[in-house]
């Protein structure tokens, strides 16, 4: 069993940063690719940024240059801070991540999502 737990939502105003961190735990042997989606209401869960073992990071066009998203290998968790926050970003954030869990030989691949984190931009 694994699980990811995202923390570090909440209210900010416009301009303003927040920083998003996702823990993951279990019977991890490791983790590949990891992400950030999100959902804003009344639309489907979009990709925001990945990141994958090796360090290589990918973003949607519209959080480039505010978002960046890293990892801590060593403590199989995934970060996103967030500048310069638009009320467009307002939506429930979701870490995903591709993971091996087991031991060898009997390793399996899983595609594991959390619980989701609301992110919430006003005035």
């Known amino acids: 069993q694994v699980q990811l737990v995202e923390s570090g939502g909440g209210l900010v105003q416009p301009g303003g940063s927040l920083r998003l961190s996702c823990a993951a735990s279990?019977?991890?042997?490791?983790?590949?690719?990891m992400g950030w989606y999100r959902q804003a209401p009344g639309k489907q869960r979009d990709l925001v940024a990945t990141?994958?073992?090796?360090?290589?990071?990918n973003y949607v066009d519209s959080v480039k240059g505010r978002f960046a998203i890293s990892r801590d290998n060593a403590k199989n968790t995934v970060y996103l801070q967030m500048n310069s926050l638009k009320p467009e970003d307002t939506a429930v954030y979701y870490c995903?991540?591709?993971?091996?869990?087991?031991?060898?030989?009997?390793?399996?691949?899983?595609?594991?999502w959390g619980q989701g984190t609301l992110v919430t931009v006003s005035s």
């Open positions: 990141i994958t073992s090796d360090g290589i990071t």
């Open positions: 279990g019977n991890i042997f490791s983790i590949n690719t």
């Open positions: 995903n991540g591709i993971v091996l869990s087991g031991m060898t030989p009997f390793v399996r691949t899983l595609e594991v």
